[in-house]
């Protein structure tokens, strides 16, 4: 097959946008003093909010923790590692999933009247439902706060249910990734990037 | 707060990237008879690999189904108003979670020694930490494929154990959704856009 396409234009993006949300974007664990507005993370979410989800489902959730008073009750559930890592960011953003998705349905999915009130009491459904489409809209908001000029570092060690109950037990909200957010103090801030596997490694072709 | 940052550039790449992967992107079900060439996917999986993912699993693989007899294989296990969709889209890829991801680990994963021997005994783990890791990777890819030059219709109607057996017996990999991909035929080409949900909704800070 030819792809004419490919040989003139390999990017529908320019160059400096691909390198910022992936190229050169690297995970972070050192941070300038520089603040990290909500108006800021709205501009990133104002972004990903517009990835794909089932039935427009969106149920991401964010819980931005600023304060050091908040940062000390979210280190306690991390992962030893990952304490000094929550201290240090300017904002660390706890991602989760939210199981009542369906109450805002009639306004985002209004082609199928009464699937509010069908998965109402389908709660497992839901939360499997949740889970799903908030992590591929995690991985949108990641590279949502790279466009918007932030660097991320992202953590799954942490006890989620300690998270849950600490955080989200009048929510019902389910924890799934803390990321840390910030700007990068410069080239000691990431890890020398790790290999990746080739497209020959992870496709099957039929 | 302040951030003078914000007001004299609330992106930090150019609109028409933000317009791309964001803002001018939708699900698609209408496309050109542009075909999709193995080295353009390979381009969108170069950008999308370079996503964070726990310890770099990498957990993401794709199944690239273009022949028509694949694509019949596949839609016998698509819900019924998904048949057609894949028999129109130019390529449908399953994307699915490889729970033998630790396999890999040794070259991916260096700084840990010995995690693959661990993980290995492991199934329910590396069945819970392939799907996490690899649903993050499928927002990457989404927005991957955008940036390529493609649109995307990701559809999670399926029998996934359906497509897991027919396609996965040996290889184990785990199904997770279903992606056309091609070049959208224009403005019909898509729904209206759904309302989606501001950051007041989502958002709770701290």
Known sequence: MTDTLLETAPLA????????IFRHARSTSLWTTDEVTDARLEAAWDLA????TAMNTLPLR????RSPEAKQRLS??????????VEAAPVSLVLAADPAFHEHLDELFPVYPGIREQLAPATDVREQMARKNALLQAGYLI???????????PMDGMDADGIDGEFFADSGWKSLLVVNVGIADGEGSSHPRGKRLGFEQVAEIL
Chains 1, 2 share one sequence.
């Open 76 to 85: 306690a559930h991390m992962a030893e590692g990952n304490k000094p890592k």
């Open 49 to 52: 909010k517009l990835g794909p």
């Open 13 to 20: 993006i320019d160059d400096a946008a691909a390198d910022r």
């Open 62 to 65: 964010l819980l931005v923790v």
């Open 143 to 153: 590279v949502a706060l790279r466009a918007v000029g932030l660097a991320t570092g």
